[in-house]
């Protein structure tokens, strides 16, 4: 595994979460960190229904009211503490989250 700094706490500001996209081998993997409750927490970015990706535009991973992720795609929502569907057709389902951590004004993760 490898430390990767995947955003600032700064960049979390305007949305709450911040979309990160990773080259890795050939591939590419997509994740997003949020800041909800005053935690950081990370998911990959990709619906457990469809694996397409949640954000209908930069950074977008909230319902309007702030309180949900949402998936753009099939109207799917998440509890955004544990990534379960609470809501859509995937519902029981949860995005996979990864662990991370915060240094300073930076979030940094152990991804493969």
């Keep these: ?45 990709s619906c457990p229904h469809a694996r397409l990706p949640l954000n209908w535009t930069d950074d977008r991973f909230f319902d309007i009211s702030g309180t949900y992720l949402f998936c753009a795609n099939h109207g799917a929502v998440f509890d955004p503490l544990t990534g379960l569907c609470t809501r859509g057709p995937c519902k029981g389902q949860s995005l996979k989250s990864f662990p991370l951590r915060v240094d300073g004004e930076v979030v940094i993760a152990d991804i493969a």
């Design 1 to 45: 595994m490898a430390e990767e700094v995947l955003c600032r706490l700064s960049d979390l500001d305007a949305t709450g979460a911040k979309e990160i996209v990773l080259a890795r081998d050939g591939g590419r993997y997509a994740f997003f960190v949020i800041r909800y409750e005053g935690r950081i927490l990370g998911f990959e970015n």
